[in-house]
Every structure is written in C-alpha cells, then in structure tokens.
C-alpha cells in the first residue's frame, strides 16, 4: 500500500481545518509546517511584512520535519495563498528537504480564489515530482459545507491514484 504524506502550514487556520479533513478522509501522515518568524496576525504588518516575506522567499526559520517525504509515496502540500505565490514556510521546506520522484498533490487556499499562479509556482519548485492533482480552495472555515465536499471528492481522487 502506497504511504502518503501531507505536509501542510497554516496561519490563519484555513489551512489546518483542509489538514484535518483530509486526515478524517485518507490514511495519511500529517506534519504541519511551523515557522519561528512569523508576520503579524493582525493589521497592516500582516500584508506588508507577509506579502515582501513571500515575495523575496525569505526563511522563516522552519522547525525541523519530523518525517522525511522521501520516505513517503505520495505527497500532498497545502498552504494558504500569499502575495500570490506560497508562503515562506513552504519555500524553506522546498529548499531544506528536496523530494522526487512523488506524486504530488496541491491545496491552495486563497481569500480571493486565485490560486493557480501559486499551485503552478510550488509544482514548478517541485519539478521533479509528478503532479497529480490540485484543488484551490476559497476562505474554508468561512466556505465549510463547499469545503468539506470538494476535499472529499479530492480525497476519493488521491485514493483512486493511489490504490489506498
């Protein structure tokens, strides 16, 4: 049986509750992303400071993972949508635990639903992998019942892949 992983970080908790529906509906390994630098959560500093962090790829100093990707068949990355592109956290994960040869899945959530640019830049980032689906997700906790149903449904398309 094929062993997957999902590598996840949340600020806002949008990402965390998408972590914990896929968990409810997949056997998977779940690590979530934590950063020691962080914008603020509140206010102009979030938008600024946040936005020039994913921008210019700035580390986060990321905490160590706890499970190697490689060590894994399948993995599944989910992040919130910043400055268009991914967050810091998930740059430094890219840059500081390299994986190939995966098939890769997508989560994007954005406020705007605009996620593509940012689903395209991770894959990119993650070239040596295959990407086999992405799912771009509008503001969860304020979109739960649309929520819910589109991660089921791309639950049941990582387990047809998959075999699980």
């Not at 999902?6 to 509906?25: I, Q, R």
Request: charged share 20%; aromatic share 10%.
């Amino acid at each position: 049986m094929a062993k997957t992983l999902m590598l996840y970080y949340t600020f806002e908790g949008n990402t965390g509750f998408v972590a914990e529906h896929m968990k409810a509906n997949l056997d998977l390994t779940l690590e979530q992303l934590i950063a020691e630098n962080e914008p603020p959560k509140k206010g102009l500093g979030k938008f600024l400071r946040g936005g020039a962090s994913a921008l210019f790829k700035s580390d986060p100093a990321l905490f160590p993972l706890y499970n190697d990707p490689n060590a894994f068949d399948n993995v599944i990355l989910a992040f919130p949508v910043w400055a268009g592109t991914y967050p810091p956290a998930v740059a430094a994960m890219i840059e500081k635990y390299p994986f190939a040869g995966k098939n890769l899945y997508i989560i994007a959530c954005s406020a705007g639903g605009r996620a593509e640019k940012a689903i395209d830049a991770a894959a990119d980032a993650l070239s040596g992998n295959t990407l086999c689906g992405s799912l771009s997700l509008v503001s969860p906790l304020k979109n739960r019942a649309d929520a819910i149903v589109k991660l089921a449904a791309f639950a049941r398309l990582i387990q047809g892949d998959t075999g699980e």
